[in-house]
Nanobody
Framework: QVHLAESGGGSVQAGGSLTLSCAAS??????MAWFRQTPAKEREGVAA????????FYADSVKGRFTISRDRAANAIYLQMNSLTPEDTATYYC?????????????????????WGQGTQVTVSS
C-alpha cells in the first residue's frame, strides 16, 4: 500500500516562503501532485510532476511563485512556495495519481488520484 506523508507546513507572514515535503513509498516515476483545501472550497490542484519529472503543471494562481520538484532517490516530492499571500492559506496534500503521466487536461482533478497524505497546514498572515 502506498503511503504518503507531508511535512513542512507552518505559519508565515505574507511575502514569506515555505517548502513542503512529501515522503512517498515506491513512487519514483508516478505522477505526483500537490493539492490544497480550505473549509470553504473544494480541493484545488496546485502543482503536478509527471512523466518521470519531465513535465510539470501549475495552477494559474501559483505560477511563478511555487515550484514542484522531485527527488527520485529519496522518493520525495517538494513544493517550494514563495511570495505567499493570505489566499494561499489552506491544508496542503500530496497525492499519487497511480499513472506515469499527469495528463495536461486533467492533472488538477482530485478524483483521479488514488493515494493521499494526511495534509499539512499552511497559514499566511497579512
Amino acid at each position: 500500500q502506498v503511503h504518503l506523508a507531508e511535512s513542512g507546513g507552518g505559519s508565515v507572514q505574507a511575502g514569506g516562503s515555505l517548502t513542503l515535503s512529501c515522503a512517498a513509498s515506491g513512487l519514483s516515476f508516478n505522477c505526483m501532485a500537490w493539492f490544497r483545501q480550505t473549509p470553504a472550497k473544494e480541493r484545488e490542484g496546485v502543482a503536478a510532476d509527471g512523466s518521470g519529472g519531465r513535465r510539470t503543471f501549475y495552477a494559474d494562481s501559483v505560477k511563478g511563485r511555487f515550484t514542484i520538484s522531485r527527488d527520485r532517490a529519496a522518493n520525495a516530492i517538494y513544493l517550494q512556495m514563495n511570495s505567499l499571500t493570505p489566499e494561499d492559506t489552506a491544508t496542503y496534500y500530496c497525492a499519487n495519481k497511480g499513472t506515469y503521466s499527469c495528463a495536461e487536461e486533467s492533472w488538477y482533478l482530485a478524483r483521479d488520484y488514488i493515494s493521499w497524505g494526511q495534509g499539512t497546514q499552511v497559514t499566511v498572515s497579512s
